[in-house]
T-cell receptor, first 113, second 113 residues
Framework: TAGITQAPTSQILAAGRSMTLRCTQD?????MYWYRQDLGLGLRLIHY???????GKGEVPDGYSVSRANTDDFPLTLASAVPSQTSVYFC????????????FGQGTRLTVV | QKEVEQNSGPLSVPEGAIASLNCTYS??????FFWYRQYSGKSPELIMF????GDKEDGRFTAQLNKASQYVSLLIRDSQPSDSATYLC?????????????FGAGTTVTVRA
């Protein structure tokens, strides 16, 4: 089934450790996004990429980095995890930037202890 | 001011009643508006989108948009227990050449049998 795949599904991470959350889509969408979802705060944009080779900062980018080497993959890296990064992370994609439906991966539940 | 605000929940309605969800947005230039439904532990899924002022109906769902008031709403008629979920309002905004999809915090709806 076409769509977005995130890995891992869940992870417990020690504070100070690094981790990369993986996101792969097979819809040939140009734009991809990383959101975090916390209770009462909804989905907040971390980083985005309008097309392969470009990235931009969202609403809450601190402590996170991304890369977009090709159309299909958009990994999110936590260089040195802190407990406040405990959240559910969603990767999403759209055919292009703006004015279209966003498709979501199944999410990664990350707990930083 | 948050870019997208939703009426705080939770909202509890009896089966068969109308559930009314409200959303306001701050970017007057926004042109497209989406409602997503998210079941507990799952990723958001699109249920409605609206681009023009007025009403748009799809089955038991009606989206209403008033750009002058920067207001968008979702009505769920004949509410069913399967409608129990969190509903997220999403708005595309634009800054220079960058598009950003912003979400509200969500309204949790419980339909009582």
């Amino acid at each position: 089934t076409a769509g977005i795949t995130q890995a891992p599904t869940s992870q417990i991470l020690a504070a100070g450790r690094s981790m990369t959350l993986r996101c792969t889509q097979d819809m040939r969408h140009n734009a991809m996004y990383w959101y975090r979802q916390d209770l009462g705060l909804g989905l907040r944009l971390i980083h985005y990429s309008n097309t392969a080779g470009t990235t931009g900062k969202g609403e809450v980018p601190d402590g996170y980095s991304v890369s977009r080497a090709n159309t299909d993959d958009f990994p999110l890296t936590l260089a040195s995890a802190v407990p406040s990064q405990t959240s559910v992370y969603f990767c999403a994609s759209t055919p292009g930037p703006g004015n279209t439906e966003a498709f979501f991966g199944q999410g990664t539940r990350l707990t930083v202890v | 001011q948050k870019e997208v605000e939703q009426n705080s929940g939770p909202l509890s309605v009896p089966e068969g009643a109308i559930a009314s969800l409200n959303c306001t947005y701050s970017d007057r230039g926004s042109q497209s508006f989406f409602w997503y439904r998210q079941y507990s532990g799952k990723s958001p899924e699109l249920i409605m989108f609206i681009y023009s002022n007025g009403d748009k109906e799809d089955g038991r769902f009606t989206a209403q948009l008033n750009k002058a008031s920067q207001y968008v709403s979702l009505l769920i008629r004949d509410s069913q227990p399967s409608d129990s979920a969190t509903y997220l309002c999403a708005v595309w905004g634009r800054r220079s050449n960058d598009y950003k999809l912003s979400f509200g915090a969500g309204t949790t709806v419980t339909v009582r049998a």
